[in-house]
């Protein structure tokens, strides 16, 4: 089953799979890679539609054609302003905003709903081009969003049947569909995405093989779409110079002829824009340059500058620091924009053939790197916090420490500490903390094993984790050789950077307080061992000793228990290491008598 790689953005989305070694975007029936990001509801009820058929019902249906959904996504009533929408909102402050459609629409939508409608198309599209159910997803996020708006991401994933794998940054995939993951530790990338309504720069810096954010900016509200619209009323002016007037469906018309003369000017120099039913009966046709355009969308370009500044200003860098620039995003095409970019950053910037289709290729690529089906490939993740188990007197005991890179496998051997035990309880833990309770547990295993007294059991625990952060916590008891496994999805690998940054400031915090309680708790668990030794010990061999030796013994171990009393973990320490030192004549006789009998039983 593929693992699909998905850029839903704000004007277009995609969707892509690794084919035989390579990444591939997935076209629909009309042969379109790419879907417009619309969600038209048919005024009579009925089957929304999706993509370029939505798309064609903004004009006429412009309150019931959800457009740009994505700047919805986990936001609340005080976040947007329903004026820059055409289609109704229900925005109360607090409240998570929700699309509302005139009746007999369904009563009220929430962003997630209409982002599902597309992903739903997409994995549709993906399902008829590969022939098998595509089920899961990487999907691509801008790298700004916030919890809520990466929240709201993975909801519409699984609302549209899709279990989400893993949500990407845009500048990261960007990044990856130019191949900058194999390029040196601590490379510096300026990724700059003007899409159709939105602007993003972020400056990204590999770092032991893994992409970090320094710095993102952008706008929500410039794109392609407000080259659009100064040139469709530039176009405007013309026609109603000659012919007076316009009305509102020619306003219409020639912004879509807007954006189709704007696209043809990338490459070439001229284009003659022919309306031949505009307005009714009426011709129009009038001839565009190139340097018309570029002087119609120059102020909208220079806007993104001041976000380029302030990006390299916030990851504390200079234009000249930086390694490489990357162009993604449909407008990237405009020569206007690259020049631009050149003269911003003063590089020329790499450019792909297919700018739009950048993000969600980068999408795929880190599909198949999960997947393992790119083998050429490899980004670096690692364990942001360290995985382990509880163990007898409730410390954590680490398997795979914090940072270690996955793929990864570790394990070790455990045995009862209870005589005629018949299983243990594994709490599977992820943290920093010397204490089992100050760490999130992850899930719990029971183990059956062969009874015995105490110590006899032989169970193994291997902890791995695949390339697609799935932990198995595999259990072998090798006395019975039976094997108890457990999966985890997802958490040893994805946790909430807020919440990794809490867990370790909270390690720090405790470390002293953290050392003495796992001093002390060991120091017990070899106390509570040792007493009943000794004092069975010395009722077997306490005549065959030195009187000296015995007092010895006997105030050492009276320390331990005024020690184990208490409390402190250092007096503690000592007290057992020197009853353990004292009872060393005691332990040699002990094992010579053993020896003796075991020699005299034939
Ligand atoms: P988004 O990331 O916002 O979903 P895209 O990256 O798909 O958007 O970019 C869409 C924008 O790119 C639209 O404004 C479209 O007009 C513009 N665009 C697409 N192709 C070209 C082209 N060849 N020249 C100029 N602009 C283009
Ligand atoms: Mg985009």
Redesign the pocket.
Known sequence: MSLLGIDL????SLAGIVDSGFPILLADSQGSR?TP?AVFFPPGGGEPAIGHVALRQRILHPDRTILSVKRLMGRRGQDVDPARFRFPLISAPNDPVRIALPNPGPPGLSPEEVSALILRRLKGIAESAVGEPCERAVITVPAYFHDAQRQATRRAGELAGLQVERLLNEPTAAALAYGLHRCEDHSRIAVYDF????FDISILEIRGGVFDVLATQGDTYL???DI?WALSRFLLGRFEETYGPAKLDVESALSEAA?RA??AL?TSDEYLLELPFLDGARHFSTRLDRSTLEDLARPVVERTRRHCRQALHDAGLSASELDHVILA???T??PLVRNFVEEVFGRTPHTASAP?ETVALGAVIQAGILEGTLPNLVLLDVTPLSLGIETFGGLMNVIIPRNTTIPCKAGEMFTNAISNQDSMLLRVLQGERELARDNWELGKLEIPFEPGPKGSARVGIQFGIDADGILEVLARDTLRNADTVLHIRDTAVNVDDERVERMITESVEHAFEDFSERTFTEAKLKAEELLPAVEAGLRQMGPALPAAERRQIESCAAEVERALRSGSANDLKSAVEALDQATEALAALLVDKALERALESP
């Open positions: 953005g704000t004007t277009n790419m990001s899409g159709g309504g939105t794109g392609g779409d659009d954006e704007k696209i990338s995003g449909g407008s095409y405009m739009e």
